[in-house]
């Protein structure tokens, strides 16, 4: 999980993972680690979540946690556009360690109004370059299960 | 374990285990309330811990250096800090470190001075969320602003178009009142120049930032800047073995340019990430600075193959992408450009002599008092 602070990562994880969600913020310093069994085309499957906090002056991403991972999904808050240049920074990061491998623009959130200075321009310029986008709301649940199995697919399909 | 040491451990909150060969672990000092509520209670005696099955994170951390117990050596291995969630809900950072003793294999279980700090990481993006929210909030209010002067600004043009016609037709006699149309007139022509300096302000707020108007004392320093991004990226870069080099002291003069200290590093950061992709293994990538007159400029250079010739003319388009898959840098020097022009700078690219690419910009220095404000 890939994203600037309080876009909900650690929401989406844990909605995924237990069904939960907090309308408190508690900001999560370096990494944790969820798993759940999913069944991806009659496969059981083992998919281990690791929830980084995001970056800012206090905290680098450690390099070593995202090492190693086989997908990933790049979370933005549709509320903050600064999220969305943030989101750029970490995927260019991601992209020098890991190199071309599976991962989704997850847009969360959904369930508040749109910003007035909608970032919509650029996530269609995104989205023509290829890149694979889905919305997501951590509080409604909308979409959350989907954007977990959509990575999980890509990844087996690689 | 002596009791004095062993007493200095506990008031340490450290949980030392050694590593038995068949890769279990046994609790060498006493246990930690925290890690005894985190052991299954099946465990008696503390002994044969498997610590993969306690902590997932623990599992990555132990099978990616499991090649670090095959022999006593005198360097320590310490993990990333990392959050466990106790059976009461509360949430205990750790830390590992894997080390010999006296060629004793030693893992230890301590709590990072980031549980002590947390209220502070947690305040700070606090208040950075509020902060991006008031921005947010202001920018609405002057749209809005912005709209409802523009509003305003027809029907007074009616009103003053009326007055003119009525003096021009001659429809009122100078004793029924002539000058109190002059007057009417003379206001709302006062009103449309208030109106227009309104708008125009506004048009100049909205423009990125106005260069003049940053003094030296806010100008940030493009030389630590620099530092700062080659820092933050230095890891990832040796990860492919490449190398990035400031060509610069760190302790030297700051050298101030015009900008945003922030959005300054992010440029810098989209040209060093866009160079580490291009630069082949075991080559160097070099930032530099130097003085243009009036201007800084700031160059990153690569040692990589260059930007072929029929790209160059569009590199910095919105659209613009390399040829090549290995990543899209398009965006990334979109957003450099914008925000150079921005600030009253260029931005460019030019072959490096080594025959891979340097992309430079330019930047104003910033004047040297900044004007007075009132
Ligand atoms: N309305 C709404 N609020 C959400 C949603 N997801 C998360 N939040 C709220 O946003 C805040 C931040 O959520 P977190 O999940 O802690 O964010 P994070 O990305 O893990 O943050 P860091 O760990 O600090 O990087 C919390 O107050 C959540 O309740 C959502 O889908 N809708
Ligand atoms: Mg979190």
Redesign the pocket.
């Known amino acids: ?1 890939l ?13 995924f993972v237990s069904g939960i ?9 370096g990494a944790r680690v969820e798993k759940k069994c999913i069944t991806i085309e009659d496969r059981p499957l083992n998919l281990l979540v690791w ?4 970056e800012d002056k206090f905290q680098k991403l450690n390099m070593d946690y995202v090492q190693g991972s086989e997908g990933y999904l790049l ?1 933005i ?1 549709k509320t903050r556009p600064a999220s969305l240049e943030v989101a750029h920074t970490l995927h260019q990061k991601a992209q020098i360690v890991l190199g071309d491998i599976p991962f989704i623009l997850v847009i ?5 109004p749109d910003a007035w200075d909608a970032q919509e321009k650029e996530i269609e310029q995104l989205r023509e370059q290829g890149w694979i986008i889905k919305t ?5 649940g909308t979409g959350v299960d989907e954007v977990f199995e959509s990575l999980a697919r890509l990844i087996m399909q690689t | 374990m002596s009791s004095i040491l062993a007493r200095l451990v506990s008031d340490l909150d450290i949980a030392v285990l050694e590593r038995t060969p068949q890769g279990s672990f046994n609790m060498v000092s006493e246990m930690p309330e925290w890690l005894s509520t985190l052991i299954p209670e099946t465990t008696v005696h503390h002994e044969a811990l498997f610590l993969e099955d306690i902590f997932l994170f623990l599992d990555d951390f132990l099978e990616r250096h499991a090649s670090f117990w095959n022999q006593p050596t005198l360097e320590q291995i310490t993990s990333g800090v990392w959050t466990e969630v106790l059976p009461d809900g509360k949430e205990q950072l750790l830390q590992a470190t894997a080390l010999f003793v006296q060629e004793r294999p030693l893992l230890l279980l301590k709590v990072p001075f980031h549980q002590e700090a947390w209220p502070i990481y947690q305040h700070a ?1 606090e208040q950075r969320l509020e902060n991006e929210q008031l921005v947010e909030e202001i920018n609405k209010r002057e749209v809005l602003l912005h709209c409802i002067v523009h509003d305003l600004s027809n029907p007074l043009s009616g009103i003053k178009g009326s007055l003119d016609l009525l003096l021009s037709e001659e429809l009122v006699e100078p004793e029924d009142g002539n000058e109190l149309v002059q007057l009417g007139i003379r206001q709302a022509t006062k009103m449309q120049k208030l109106i227009r300096s309104i708008l125009s302000t506004f048009a100049n707020e909205v423009k990125p930032l106005v260069p003049t108007l940053i003094g030296e004392d806010i100008a940030p320093d493009i030389n630590a800047c620099m530092h700062e991004v080659a820092e933050s990226l230095s890891a990832t870069a040796s990860l492919r073995d490449v190398h990035i080099k400031v060509d610069s002291d760190r302790s030297k003069d700051p050298v101030k340019v015009v900008g945003e200290t922030e959005r300054l590093e992010r440029v810098l950061f989209n040209l060093v990430a866009n160079a580490i992709r291009h630069t082949p293994k075991g080559r160097k990538i070099t930032m530099s600075l130097r003085e243009e007159g009036k201007y800084i400029e700031a160059s990153v250079e690569d040692e990589g193959t260059g930007v072929p010739e029929d790209l160059v003319d569009h590199l910095f388009d919105r659209f613009s992408q390399g040829n090549d898959s290995i990543g899209q840098a398009g965006l990334g020097l979109y957003f450099c450009r914008i925000t150079v022009e921005g600030w009253g700078g260029i931005i460019g690219y030019r072959p490096s002599a080594s025959g891979g690419a340097c992309f430079w910009f330019r930047l104003p220095k910033p004047i040297k008092n900044p004007p007075a404000s009132e």
């Open positions: 999980m994203g600037s602070f309080a876009v909900g990562k650690t929401s989406l994880v844990r909605r969600y907090s309308e408190d913020y508690i900001t999560t310093i929830d980084l906090n995001g979370v808050d969360n959130k959904s369930d508040l997501t709301s951590a509080k409604t | 993006r």
